[in-house]
């Protein structure tokens, strides 16, 4: 079922196909029936496989009920799956760990902490020592561009602040894999530019591994190494486009002919996926 | 309270314009009608005494009570009273309210024993705690724990029932950033449940405080006589009435005290909130 267009080898220099650092395989999940409904559990996700290269930058699309935000919930270890397996560096996940951050679709910052002790709160978790805790959080307020904003509350900070405060405290555990449910999209249009680009530069500076959940195309393919488009109902892996583009990525390569050409591929793919899932 | 929207009509056909809401008046201007409101009915009270219009013995008079507190405070009573009152209420509203906070948490955060349980709070909480009197003194006698018993089971209920409605009412999201950070589930009650459940500790915290104060009073009267209860109930017993005043007025202000002292706490705690 799975139709795998691959339109170039993702090539990383100086090394043949590196060993996978996120391996999913035959992962299915399904929820229980609706109470009082006929009809049998509610297949979600069904045999999703998907192999993520270290450093590799995956963007999810699909249309609404594909099961995006099940298939990040499961690899962040936040919801349980029947079947199939997600390893991590060789390591099956069995709930959240450190070697995983994610950034919620919403900002979600505790609005009683300052911003310097909602971005510190992961390492806080792992029990960091203070002084460490400290010039991490420095780092990554000033990563994100929110320097001077420290110790100010959620509630002072715009929806845009906030979301850079929450990929902060993404940031802070230097986790190898980061996880983000469609960060920008609550995000108005100019501002979500700037954070698609400041996101940019930090995952290269970084280097970690990114699955990006989004449902806007160009977004999709701006930030990504591949784009993984998900059909719905239930949620697999309808195919993989490998984004030729090279990086650091300039914000003018979205006029070109390439980017148009893989974005209505893009959208016309996800057209068809959507409206055969309705009928 | 049905209020239409359209206004009357005068007999010449046009709107007439109709206050649908109180008038709004300024803070000062609230201080000052309330201050006057206050020393109008003293006032009132100390003319109908003086001019023979209230009967002294069974009304007494602001004049009274004054003469009568600094008598008191000069023979050293209200003093002793006052502290042995303040012990009471000290100590039972700290058992209370530790043993409030900890059993609301655990009601609020473990559903199943919370559906254990529930009825019990639920009967506890609404049978008069002044009807458990004559079982306290036989349990724990005419002393000081009896006291104790029925301030701290006065007070503990309604810290117990905002504190689990707070842990229990935790954002569910918030949840889900504690858990994907790897907060045990001791650390998620630390830095989520209990931070996100402040407004509803501090409610309960200040009905507890008012009925520990209920609590020092129905203690005093039952138990020992003691403090200013004791003092009030007696002073009542002997148609004492100025003194019965003067020990009422002292529980009126001790609860305004301990109620702005929580509003000081409040903001402290709470300060992101404003």
């Known amino acids: ?279 | 309270m049905t209020t239409t929207a359209t206004a009357p009509r005068t007999s010449a056909g046009r709107r007439r314009p109709r206050h649908y809401h109180r008038v709004e008046i300024s803070r000062r201007q609230r201080v000052i009608l309330g201050t006057i409101g206050v020393f109008g009915v003293l006032l009132f009270w100390q003319l109908a005494s003086s001019f023979g219009i209230l009967n002294k013995t069974l009304g007494s008079s602001p004049l009274l009570m004054l003469q009568t507190a600094a008598s008191l405070t000069e023979s050293g009573v209200l003093g002793a009273a006052a502290l042995s009152s303040g012990q009471l209420f000290a100590t039972g509203f700290a058992i209370a309210a530790v043993l409030g906070v900890l059993i609301g948490i655990v009601l609020g955060w473990f559903s199943r024993t919370a559906a254990l349980l529930d009825p019990w709070v639920s009967i506890l909480y609404a049978t008069p705690r002044i009807a458990f009197v004559p079982l306290i003194i036989v349990w724990a006698g005419v002393g000081i724990q009896a006291q104790i018993v029925m301030v701290v089971l006065n007070a503990v209920f309604p810290i117990i029932v905002n504190v689990a409605a707070g842990v229990h009412n935790t954002d569910r999201q918030f949840l889900r950033v504690a858990r994907s950070f790897n907060a045990g589930t001791f650390a998620v009650l630390r830095t989520v449940a209990l931070p996100g459940a402040v407004p509803f500790i501090i409610t309960g915290i200040r009905q507890g405080i008012m009925m520990a104060l209920v609590g020092t009073v129905v203690a005093e009267y039952f138990v020992g006589n003691t403090g200013i209860g004791g003092l009030i109930f007696t002073a009542g017993v002997t148609l004492d009435t100025a003194t019965a005043f003067v020990g009422a007025a002292i529980f009126a202000i001790a609860a305004l005290i301990l109620s702005s002292a929580l509003g000081a706490v409040e903001s402290r705690v709470d300060g992101w909130r404003s």
């Open chain 1, 1 to 279: 079922m799975t139709d795998t267009t691959r339109i170039t080898e993702a090539t990383m220099p100086g090394s043949s196909t590196p060993e996978p650092l996120v391996t999913i395989s035959g992962l299915s999940k399904s929820y229980p029936s609706p109470r009082g409904s006929a009809a049998g559990p509610v297949r979600v996700l069904e045999d999703i496989a998907l192999d993520i290269a270290p450093g590799e930058f995956i963007t999810v699309i699909g249309p609404s009920g594909c099961g995006k935000t099940t298939l990040l919930d499961c690899i962040a270890g936040l919801a349980t799956y029947d079947s199939g397996s997600i390893r991590i560096a060789g390591a099956q996940v069995q709930g959240p760990g450190p070697d995983r951050a994610v950034v919620f679709q919403q900002a979600s910052l505790f609005p009683w902490r300052t911003i310097e002790r909602n971005v510190g709160y992961g390492a806080e978790m792992l029990g960091w020592d203070k002084s460490r805790i400290a010039e991490r959080v420095r780092s990554a307020i000033d990563v994100v561009g929110l320097s001077g904003y420290e110790k100010h509350h959620p509630h002072q900070l715009s929806g845009g602040m906030q979301q850079r405060a929450n990929l902060a405290r993404a940031l802070v555990m230097d986790a190898p894999v980061v996880l983000m449910d469609e960060p920008f999209g609550a995000l108005d249009a100019m501002t979500k530019k700037t954070m698609q680009d400041e996101l940019l530069s930090v995952s290269a500076r970084i280097g970690s591994t990114v699955v990006f959940i989004t449902h806007d195309i160009d977004e999709a393919v701006y930030l990504a190494d591949r784009v993984v488009l998900l059909r719905p109902r239930p949620g697999r892996v309808d195919s993989i486009y490998d984004v030729p583009f090279a990086r650091p990525r300039q914000r003018d390569v979205v006029d070109s002919a390439e980017f148009r050409a893989l974005t209505s591929t893009l959208a016309h793919r996800l057209h068809e996926v959507g409206s055969s899932a309705e009928s």
